[in-house]
């Protein structure tokens, strides 16, 4: 299943936020001509406050773009509009820092310490993005949520809590606090969510955001997988909970983990910088620049350590001729990461990026740096972020171009067209 993507814009760019810049001609920027003389450019001063945009695009049916007359067309629109092919503006009041797809819902949120601070939309029949009541009753809850809609959070310092980043699974969702930890809400069948599971429990409705424990250190980064979530401490130990019969909790069994336990293998005594999972592969990228990886290898993800289709523990993966890996970014099938020269390498199975005939690879393949920009004119472009969604990449360059290329399932590339797209193309 496709799902959208969430792209966020801004016209100076800074480490810490996880978003995409591109500069924009305000109205102030634009020339204005003057009827004695030639035109006048006024230039955006340095000091100027950073323009935030945010765009969607992709499968627009559950509402999880946001857009309601996408789904419930207005007056003017006869037709709903199921797929959005090119990136469209979504109108927000606050500037928006992190943001997260799931299978059709998206969480986004800002930076600020006003009470709200998170919203929801799209599918929410597992309470993903938690209870969401109806006009009608205050005891039930949206299935579906055309526009983003607050999420309460449960904390107890709501107004010196900041959101730093979400992150959203098949069905359950995280959000982490740079005060207040790890919440979780969502499908908990496999203790993706970090609690007890209850037999047949209702998830529909439900009222339960979930402050998760267990933590030895502050957690600076989540992610989830389909049905499993990875987190990593500001000392640099991985833990897990959740699905684990493919091995993509790493915790050395294929059962499931309620609660989060820290993972071992070849990341024992490993200081981790950054962790990535999506499908059911698990990747973790040490202060060091070595990659490590455990779960599924069906698809040749972890060839490189052996034949099985399975590992359920951490293996650190020989990369040869890659350099020091700086990120690394999982899919459902495929692989990509990217070294401090800003180069990507990817591998696995599906549209790699190296045209139709590159469908498969057990090592690491280099895709040509001019296939994101560089050129004589500009020689130094480096790519500075990577992701994968289930079947696509994404790369975004230090001019903050956003790249796109896989399997264009749902319009999720963004391109314009629904054909899938084997090179790096340009949003």
């Given at each position: 299943?496709?799902?959208?993507?969430?792209?966020?814009c801004?016209?100076?760019?800074?480490?810490?936020?996880?978003?995409?810049?591109?500069?924009?001609?305000?109205?102030?920027?634009?020339?204005?001509?003057?009827?004695?003389?030639?035109?006048?450019?006024?230039?955006?001063?340095?000091?100027?406050?950073?323009?935030?945009?945010?765009?969607?695009?992709?499968?627009?049916?559950t509402?999880?773009?946001?857009i309601?007359?996408f789904?419930?067309?207005?007056?003017?629109?006869?037709?709903?509009?199921?797929?959005?092919l090119?990136?469209?503006?979504?109108?927000?009041?606050?500037q928006?820092?992190?943001?997260?797809?799931?299978?059709g819902?998206?969480?986004?949120a800002?930076?600020?310490?006003?009470?709200?601070?998170?919203?929801?939309?799209?599918?929410?029949?597992?309470?993903?993005?938690g209870?969401?009541?109806?006009?009608?009753?205050?005891h039930?809850?949206?299935?579906?949520?055309?526009?983003?809609?607050?999420?309460?959070?449960?904390?107890?310092?709501?107004?010196q809590?900041?959101?730093?980043?979400?992150?959203?699974?098949?069905?359950?969702?995280?959000v982490?606090?740079?005060?207040?930890?790890v919440?979780?809400?969502?499908?908990?069948?496999?203790?993706?969510?970090?609690?007890?599971i209850?037999?047949d429990?209702?998830?529909?409705?439900?009222?339960?955001?979930?402050?998760?424990?267990?933590?030895?250190?502050?957690?600076?980064?989540?992610?989830?997988g389909?049905?499993?979530?990875?987190?990593?401490?500001?000392?640099?130990?991985?833990l897990?909970?959740?699905?684990?019969?493919?091995?993509?909790?790493?915790?050395?069994?294929h059962?499931?983990?309620?609660?989060?336990?820290?993972?071992?293998?070849d990341?024992a005594?490993?200081?981790?910088?950054?962790?990535?999972?999506?499908?059911?592969?698990?990747?973790?990228?040490s202060?060091?620049?070595?990659?490590?990886?455990?779960?599924?290898?069906e698809?040749?993800?972890?060839?490189?350590?052996?034949?099985?289709?399975?590992?359920?523990?951490p293996?650190?993966?020989?990369?040869?001729?890659?350099?020091?890996?700086v990120?690394?970014?999982?899919?459902?099938?495929?692989?990509?990461?990217?070294?401090?020269?800003?180069?990507?390498?990817?591998?696995?199975?599906g549209?790699?990026?190296?045209?139709?005939?590159?469908?498969?690879?057990?090592?690491?393949?280099?895709?040509?740096?001019?296939?994101?920009?560089?050129?004589?004119?500009?020689?130094?472009?480096?790519v500075?972020?990577?992701?994968?969604?289930l079947?696509?990449?994404?790369?975004?360059?230090?001019?903050?171009?956003?790249?796109v290329?896989?399997?264009?399932?749902?319009?999720?590339?963004?391109?314009?067209?629904?054909?899938?797209?084997?090179?790096p193309?340009?949003?």
């Amino acid at each position: 299943m496709a799902f959208p993507r969430v792209r966020l814009c801004a016209r100076h760019m800074s480490t810490e936020l996880r978003v995409c810049g591109f500069a924009t001609l305000s109205k102030a920027s634009r020339p204005q001509e003057k009827s004695s003389t030639g035109p006048v450019f006024q230039y955006v001063g340095q000091h100027k406050k950073p323009n935030h945009k945010v765009f969607v695009w992709g499968f627009s049916f559950t509402g999880a773009l946001g857009i309601p007359s996408f789904v419930v067309p207005d007056s003017g629109r006869k037709k709903p509009r199921k797929y959005q092919l090119t990136p469209y503006r979504l109108e927000t009041a606050e500037q928006i820092s992190s943001a997260a797809c799931g299978y059709g819902f998206t969480l986004i949120a800002s930076p600020t310490k006003d009470v709200i601070k998170l919203w929801g939309m799209g599918l929410n029949k597992d309470s993903q993005l938690g209870f969401q009541r109806t006009q009608h009753s205050r005891h039930q809850s949206y299935d579906y949520v055309l526009e983003p809609s607050p999420v309460a959070l449960p904390l107890v310092e709501p107004l010196q809590t900041r959101v730093v980043q979400v992150a959203c699974g098949r069905a359950h969702s995280l959000v982490l606090t740079d005060q207040e930890g790890v919440f979780s809400m969502g499908n908990n069948a496999y203790g993706q969510c970090g609690r007890r599971i209850v037999e047949d429990e209702v998830y529909s409705g439900s009222h339960i955001i979930h402050k998760m424990e267990g933590f030895s250190s502050r957690v600076t980064q989540v992610a989830c997988g389909q049905d499993h979530s990875l987190f990593l401490t500001e000392t640099g130990k991985v833990l897990a909970c959740g699905w684990g019969a493919d091995g993509q909790t790493g915790l050395g069994h294929h059962n499931v983990s309620s609660s989060p336990v820290e993972v071992g293998g070849d990341l024992a005594g490993v200081e981790v910088r950054q962790i990535s999972t999506y499908g059911d592969c698990s990747l973790a990228v040490s202060r060091d620049g070595q990659l490590y990886g455990w779960g599924n290898s069906e698809y040749l993800q972890l060839a490189s350590v052996t034949e099985a289709t399975q590992i359920n523990s951490p293996r650190h993966l020989p990369l040869k001729g890659c350099g020091k890996v700086v990120q690394a970014a999982c899919g459902g099938t495929q692989v990509a990461i990217l070294n401090e020269k800003g180069e990507v390498f990817v591998w696995g199975f599906g549209i790699l990026g190296k045209g139709p005939k590159l469908s498969e690879s057990s090592t690491p393949e280099m895709i040509p740096s001019t296939l994101f920009g560089r050129s004589e004119f500009n020689p130094s472009v480096a790519v500075t972020r990577i992701r994968c969604g289930l079947n696509h990449f994404a790369a975004v360059t230090d001019r903050g171009e956003l790249f796109v290329w896989g399997k264009n399932v749902r319009g999720c590339l963004g391109i314009g067209k629904r054909d899938d797209q084997y090179f790096p193309w340009r949003v």
